[in-house]
């Protein structure tokens, strides 16, 4: 499908909305009233205004946060920078909010970020690569301010989580309904760095009955704080309910335009490492030239070259991802009896955008790739006489789905059976243009006139997924639950432009053709026993699986191998990636009367996964591919065995004190070698095998400690906020490591008490700091080799905001 005719999908998908917000006002005047809910109807445990809430009768190992939590943290965060706050979750970002998406890094008792599972409201939103194929990121899907609670499963996600992708857990995202009176919402934050944050939302109240809706707006600007790139963009999210005796209509529409500069990454080796001279350059930032173009044109020689000392720590003029997402849904919940409920949603997303890097044309074996082009031609003046190229991964997607969930309650038993279908046409460019010396672009513009169409790959990719569970009640305290999802893939792939052979390194030529995973039988078993102190013991056992990635620009995916050959192999021998997970625990929530404890919420969970299939990418060369592109070899390598526990507990201190502490210890360790190319001395070839059996998976900590020390004292509030991360290996053999770090934040407000009479209620002043002990360190960790070298991000620096809010 073009751009216009998603476009044109889009727009009906509106009409239809606005159409059924017609029809229901209409159909309301002849229907006796049902109130509108301020809020979503969630577990009673939701509405206690706590750090943490445990999710009750889960048999898994489940927490949510608050968006009112989120907003204390920092008004404005993303969602899944707000669990960071939550047990056994590493997440790092470059930027207070959690925006930037290539500078982060999630781990959730030892999976990365791809090997989880997200969703808005029920909606999928792909498995958050940078290199965007099938979805988008929460907090461009959503704008934080509307979020209602945040939901991290953390060993598995339920059955009917509608992901490709959800090995490790699941995060869930959801947003807030439309309040029943009218009014509005205005925020303004300003801080460190230029911040500007802009937060408007209006909200109809209820008419014709049963009708509301709200429309909310947020714009943001922000200096990096290492370089001179303002991230940000706009915002608008509407959404409609119709909340009636009948069922519960819903209406979404979300719109995203971002245009997030990127910072570069520091690429870090042993010392000494085969006596180049550029070993001993690893700065602590890597900020690029923009806007000042004449140091970018002085960091040059007259042929282009950057100088040598600097290594793969050299600097591009700017790098950026500009994104635009359009994500419309349309649920009803059908009341069809007492005991019977049917929910459909259908949802569409369109997405096109681009990663974006200017940088020098002599850099990664980019003279070798540009003269397969240009043969024997002056490239300082075939790219505009600057000694730069902008180089684009140009994206587009456009996905349309379904989701239909019935529920039964039949005596003891509560049966759930649900399907889920996407249809998703993706496609990944890669292109080089210009970048004159008289007309230097910015990390905003968006690049015309390209000279090169590096490849152009295409997928086309189905979904169907479908699960049937019983949750049945053998006791009044005692539940059993058990079920099952069936899950296929089925992607064709075709490449409309064929790089030259040899341009892509490790390649022949980028794959066509179709490849189908598929696991009939994903089971899941556990159970709820409530103690007379109404404690929960509760335990789960649950198979999932991780689809192939169907994205043909790079990453772990059959459709970046490097041969038609090598797909076909591949699509013979590879297995998907799946994972066992057991985990048991205790939670519950009591009253207590010990001294200055009176009350203590908290949850233990233990947990241990069997992961298998394990698929890696084997790169010659990290910084080569990244910069020029290239086929890595992908293959299963093996199987990981994790074993780990969370504690997480909140002491409550009389009426004004709380304490929250969340310790975790997360042990995932290899357990077989691989082999990674080969050696050939007298003629006697010998496969090089990479000894990584028994070492633990880098990246991931073993531990963490996070903790939320609360006062409340009527209008004033305050919050100090600690995030322990322990020390983390940087390479598969774990050879290298970085150390630990403790960051520290603080927030406090005060609400004003304006009288009855004024049209503005609700006036709020909060600030926050953010890394308050003024920590240094590697906050994010880029594992790319087996040994010797490895890429971080630094952690940025103390900064403050100021947020003033009110409500009218």
Known sequence: MSITSARHALLAACALGALAMAQAAHAAENTPAAPVAAEPAVDPAAAVDEVLVISLSSTR?????????????????????????????????????????????????????????????????????????????????????????????????????????????????????????????????LGSYDTSRTFVRLDSGTFGGNNALYFAYAHQKAKAWDFNGKQGGDQAN?????????????????????????????????PGRAGKPYDGYQPYTRPFLYPDFHAALDYLDAAGNYPVTEGENYRNYFSAAQRTDYLTYLKYDAKLSDNVTWSNQVYYHDDHGRGIVAGPIRVAGLPAL???????????????????????????????????????????????????????????????????????????????????????????????????????????????????????????????????????????????????????????????????????????????????????????????????????????????????TYEAGIRGKRDLTLGPITGLDGQLSIYHVDFSNRLLGVAPSAAAISIVGGAAIVQNVGSVKTDGVDLALTLRLGDHFSFYDAVSYNRSVYQDDYTSGSTTVGGVVTPTIVRIAGKKVPGSPEWLNKFVASANFGDFEAQLIGDFVGERFATYTNDLKVDSY????????????????????????????????????DLNVTVSQPAGSYSTFPIPPRQGFVTLSTRF
């Not at 979750?89 to 999630?106: F, I, R």
């Not at 699941?170 to 303004?188: I, K, M, Y």
């Not at 079920?483 to 064929?498: E, L």
């Not at 390649?507 to 189908?516: Q, R």
């Open 61 to 189: 190992s489940a927490v949510q946060l608050s968006g009112s939590e989120m907003q204390k943290i920092l008004p404005g965060l993303s969602p899944l920078k707000a669990i960071q706050t939550l047990p056994g979750v590493t997440y790092v970002t470059a930027d207070p909010w959690g925006n930037n998406e290539q500078n982060t890094s999630l781990f959730i008792h030892g999976f990365n970020g791809q090997q989880l599972g997200y969703t808005l409201d029920g909606v999928p939103l792909g498995d958050q690569s940078y290199g965007n194929y099938n979805g988008l990121s929460p907090q461009r899907a959503v704008i934080s301010e509307v979020v209602g609670r945040v939901i991290l499963s953390s060993g598995a996600g339920s059955l009917g989580t509608a992901s490709t992708s959800n090995l490790g857990g699941a995060v869930e995202t959801f947003t807030n309904d439309p309040r029943a009176e009218f009014g509005g919402q205005f925020n303004q934050t």
């Open 238 to 270: 509407l959404k409609y309910v119709r909340d009636g005796e009948a069922g519960k209509l819903t209406f979404y529409l979300s719109y995203s335009d971002k245009t997030e500069p990127n910072e570069d990454g520091t690429t870090r080796y042993i």
């Open 370 to 580: 540009f003269n397969f082009y240009f043969p024997g031609q002056n490239l300082k003046q075939v790219f505009g006489n600057s000694g730069y190229a902008t180089r684009t991964t140009e994206y587009q997607i456009d996905r349309l789905g379904g989701i239909s969930t019935l529920n039964a309650t039949v005596g003891d038993h509560q049966i759930e059976a649900g399907f889920w279908y996407e249809h998703n046409k993706s496609s990944a460019y890669r292109r080089w243009y210009p970048f004159d010396v008289n007309h230097p672009t910015s990390p905003y513009d968006v690049p015309t006139g390209w000279l090169i169409t590096q490849y152009g790959s295409e997928i086309d990719n189905k979904v169907y997924q479908f699960h049937v569970q019983d949750q049945w009640r053998i006791r009044e305290n005692l539940v059993l639950q058990g079920g099952f999802k069936s899950s296929v893939q089925d992607a064709t792939g075709r490449v409309p432009v064929q790089p030259i052979v040899g341009s892509l390194i490790n390649s022949t030529g980028l794959p066509v053709g179709e490849i189908k995973t598929k696991e009939w039988f994903l089971p899941q078993v556990g159970a709820v026993w409530t103690a007379g102190t109404g404690d929960e013991l509760f335990v789960n056992i649950q198979k999932n699986l991780r689809h192939f990635q169907t994205y043909g620009g790079g990453g772990l995916s059959p459709f970046s191998l490097g041969s038609q050959a090598a797909f076909d192999n591949f699509k013979r021998d590879a297995e998907p990636e799946t994972a066992w």
């Open 742 to 777: 403790m960051l520290l934040s603080l927030q406090v407000s005060y609400a004003f008490q304006t009288p009855a009479s004024w049209p503005i209620q609700g006036l709020k002043l909060s600030a926050n700091i953010t890394n308050l002990g003024q920590e240094k360190g």
